[in-house]
């Protein structure tokens, strides 16, 4: 398996932005999919946004429209951007790997939103 490595979680006032970012420890490795999914207290882990090499996207209903995903060109780094965020966007946020049979998880970033 492949380790990945998030950072940019936090703590952010309804309304305001935070940058995710996700890539492969001490490694270039060229996944076919890139994604962000989360987790919130009490709730199953959802897919938020993915991203495949090709450039393809695809979001979640509840974030079209504020969240970005994206990648860098190595295909080894890939972020996602969050603005116009809500309370109901707090929760453990996880970066996701796939090329064939791997299959990477990151630890999770804490996304809190609040006043």
């Known amino acids: 398996q492949v380790q990945l490595v998030e950072s940019g979680g936090g703590l952010v006032q309804p309304g305001g932005s935070l940058r995710l970012s996700c890539s492969a420890a001490?490694?270039?490795?060229?996944?076919?999919?890139m994604a962000w999914y989360r987790q919130a207290p009490g709730k199953q882990r959802a897919l938020v946004a993915s991203?495949?090499?090709?450039?393809?996207?695809n979001y979640a209903e509840s974030v079209k429209g504020r969240f970005t995903i994206s990648k860098d060109a190595r295909l080894s780094t890939w972020f996602l951007q969050m603005n116009s965020l809500k309370p109901e966007d707090t929760a453990v946020y996880y970066c996701?790997?796939?090329?064939?049979?791997?299959?990477?998880w990151g630890q999770g970033t804490q996304v809190t939103v609040s006043s």
């Open positions: 991203i495949t090499a090709g450039g393809e996207k």
């Open positions: 001490n490694r270039i490795f060229s996944f076919k999919v």
């Open positions: 996701f790997g796939g090329l064939g049979s791997v299959a990477s």
